[in-house]
């Protein structure tokens, strides 16, 4: 089931772990915004993303490590890594350039992959954060 334009509810519920993750109608509705106001625009501007992490439930979550109050189990953030742009050039673009409003944007790098995590700006949480993610602590982006 395409969600938008370029992204179905598959690539954005895809999970290796093999455990059950399928979002509830508030999740489904979290992901639509995530989908338009933040993937969408990267597409566009940037070309096809592969977007490797965006929805997960509470036990994808726990089983991939990721933080108790994670975005993901709220389908309110998504990993990304452009396929035919730079990374670093994206990630540029998104943080300075790219007029989109979002909570966080991670430049992140971890046993030898990188992404870029994008979340949806949050309602009394600091937004529109430029972090650095090296594998064991995060950095402001500067």
Not at 50 to 75: D, M
Request: contains cysteine; neutral net charge; glycine residues 10%.
């Amino acid at each position: 089931m395409q969600i938008t334009e370029n992204f179905s509810l598959e690539e954005l519920t895809r999970t290796s772990t093999g455990l059950p993750n399928r979002p509830g109608k508030t999740e489904l509705d979290k992901l639509l915004l995530t989908a338009t106001y933040l993937l969408e625009p990267v597409r566009k501007k940037w070309g096809t993303i592969k977007v490797t992490s965006a929805f997960r439930s509470e036990a994808v979550n726990a089983r991939v490590g990721g933080s108790s109050t994670s975005q993901h189990a709220k389908g309110e953030a998504a990993d990304i890594v452009p396929i035919d742009a730079d990374l670093d050039e994206v990630f540029g673009w998104i943080v300075k350039d790219g007029g989109i409003c979002f909570g966080q944007a991670i430049r992140e790098k971890k046993g030898g992959s990188d992404w870029i995590h994008l979340s949806l700006p949050r309602i009394n949480g600091p937004n529109q954060q430029r972090l650095v993610f090296d594998g064991k602590g995060y950095s402001p982006y500067v």
